[in-house]
């Protein structure tokens, strides 16, 4: 659909554009019509500004209205003159302006910071005992994916690394519909029932008169709703343990939470929870660090996982599910139907059945990841859902919410959320309908069109025919009450050095708080959990005594210890997908950096070199090594582990130099190795950095690697006087 233009205000010292060929890959009608662009080697265009600069030659698509209308002027209005009024006349003008004031939809309520990527999930056990699903009975089959992590509190344009609970959101595109598993890296919830959901939000957000603080959860109205919710301690001591400063995205845990149940071809029902593990296993941050990393890189979990699956380090998960009965679940010494408790591992053991891999970043960011609209209710033949009062309001919620944000009913037509298998029905209209529905036949039953869609009993979804019979009310059952044993579990479940982060995240937070009598109540209900807790929590405070106890529906029992919980232990001792800074300066060894940087690639990790300059700087062998960060922009909590090669000279000249000193510093505090040379020494001492099996000599890469594979947890007595 070649066309000849002409052009009646080109500006000055520009071509006018040539007749245009018709594009070979694209459909009619799309952007493919192709234009040339400027010749590089014709006369430059100078200009004022107002003229175009770009130099790229070659041929591009034709620049066009939403109409078809091929633009001729992409730089200028049209107006009465050269200095003369802009005309309302100029289409072009308020179209593209108009179009750009709607750029941005309502951001999510909740989860609005996020990032995702699309990948597989491939069954390599089968379910068929327990499921007719066929996304958990066909073993080896993959299954596209796309899947969003988020965090919870803050503004779409938040940082990524606050505290705060991470959501977990997978889309399964099955061949019998999508299936959303929709959930967070903590395996329970602040509240037993979705009627509190508004409210535990409002509190943690921002604060309505002041508009502060953004993503965090260390305020007074946060704490005045936990202070007066008991049910929310177990989440408490999840959400105030390392599990809430994740290193990565692609090192947490992911936890359907509620019970669900799986349903065999004959119906019957078995409940399951559902676990995604890293293959990474899991890695946090110390606080200290996170809040570095805060100032470093407002994206660095983003750009992360960005980065490795650019790279090639595709992140995976195991999924592993727990499966039990209904009687099986009448021995529990809690209700599995509430939502803020676990099912120990002791009581029912986690089985793998399969995983995921994330391989392909989206293509656009809005297009994809702002778009996607998860649902726990979109669940398909062989999955139905339990009677958990949290889970039955979210059944509500993600629809209606996606009205709005999405702006109505056809939100499922948009690519990335329509099912990958064929769908129809006789839903019609609404706002942006994309499908052009043909015929007369738009209900059912009718019989005018052989070919409508019908309903099919063997293959379409059937409920569990539940028998539940009871008094109406607005009630919790007596089965709820217990509030304090899994909490005091999961604290008595931790080791050492994550017990003390606990105790310190809640003093830092309650520090924050202003009003006394919501700091007395929360440190009250940590009695329950565990006296000693209380008492470090009120020390560190600058409390007289620890505040009483509130009422306890049902006094805490001691339950066994649930090892699950914990971070250390459950880490992979690994540089796998992992990154190692450098930091060289002028006359750095030369022989030493390539050993490292060797048995850093080696052991899977990325290397990245750092240096006061980023055009680098000239190593001992006299060769010029580049850098990929400058070191006042690149500090070290963005590193896994570190090496510091200095000349002599170097090394004293940087030990006067505070991002050098904080390089090294910060390494040292956030528990991560360090290898040196002589010539780094200065810089050390300077950086206070002490001595433990994290610090070792350059020249032994073997050493590095084995030290940088895990956290220094035995320095951490040496570095905080923890509450
Ligand atoms: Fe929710 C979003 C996870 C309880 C109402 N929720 C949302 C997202 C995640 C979760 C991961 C972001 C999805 C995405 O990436 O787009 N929500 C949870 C978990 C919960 C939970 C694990 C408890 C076990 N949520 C919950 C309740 C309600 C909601 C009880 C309301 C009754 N959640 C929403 C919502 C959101 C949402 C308002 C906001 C944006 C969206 O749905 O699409 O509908």
Known sequence: MARAKTPTATPPGRQPPRDAKPA???????????????????????????????????????????????????????????????????FILREKITHFDHER???????????????????????????????????????????????????????????????????????????????????????????????????????????????ASAHDTFWDFISLTPESMHMIMWAMSDRTIPRSLRTIEGFGIHSFRFLDEQGNSTFVKFHWRPKLGIQSTVWDEALKLQAADNDFHRRDLFENIQAGNFPEWELGVQLFTEEEADQFPFDHLDPTKIVPESLVPVQIIGRMVLDRWPDNFFAETEQVAYCPANIVPGIDFSNDPLLQGRLFSYLDTQLSRLGGPNFHQLPINQPKCPFANHQRDGHMQMQVHKGRVNYEPSSLDGDSPRADQRAGFRSHATVDDGVKGRVRPESFADHYSQARMFFRSLEAPEQAHLASALVFELSKVETPKVRERTVGHLVHIDPSLAQRVADGLGMDSVPPAPDAAVPPADMPEAPEVRIIGRMRETLEHRTVGIL?????????????????EAAGATVKIVAPKLGGAVLSDGKKQPADGQLAGTPS????????????????????????????????????????????????????????????????????????????????PKLRTLA
């Open 24 to 90: 070979q890959d694209k459909p009619a009608g799309s952007v493919g019509r192709r234009a040339q662009g400027p010749d590089p080697d014709a006369d430059a265009p100078r200009g004022h500004g107002g003229e175009l600069q770009q130099q790229a030659g070659g041929e591009h698509p034709q620049l066009t209205t939403n109409q078809g209308v091929v633009i001729a002027d992409n730089q200028n209005s049209l107006k009465q003159g050269p200095r003369g009024p802009t005309l309302l006349e100029d």
């Open 105 to 215: 939809i309502p951001e999510r309520i909740v989860h609005a910071r996020g990032s995702a990527a699309h990948g597989y999930f491939e069954l390599n056990t089968s379910l068929a005992k327990y499921t007719r699903a066929k996304i958990f009975t066909e073993v080896g089959k993959r299954t596209p994916v796309f899947t969003r992590f988020s965090t919870v509190a803050g503004g779409a344009g938040s940082v990524d690394t606050p505290r705060d609970v991470r959501g977990f959101a997978v889309k399964f595109y099955t061949e019998e519909g999508n299936f959303d598993l929709v959930g967070n890296n903590i395996p329970v919830f602040f509240i037993q029932d979705a009627m509190k959901f508004p409210d535990v939000v409002h509190s943690v957000k921002m604060e309505p008169d002041r508009a502060f603080p953004q993503a």
């Open 584 to 600: 060289i300066d002028e006359g750095s060894g030369a022989a030493a950096l390539k050993a490292l940087r060797k048995a850093a």
């Open 637 to 716: 909590v963005v590193f896994d582990a570190v090496a510091v090669l200095l000349s002599e000279d170097a090394g004293r000249k940087l030990s006067k130099e505070s991002a050098a000193v904080d390089f090294v510093a910060f390494a040292w505090a956030h528990l991560k190795a360090i290898a040196h040379d002589a010539g780094a020494a200065p810089l050390l001492e300077a950086g206070n950095v002490g001595k433990d099996a994290g610090i070792v000599d350059a020249a032994d890469p073997k050493a590095f690697i084995a030290a940088a594979k895990t956290r220094q947890w035995a320095r951490e």
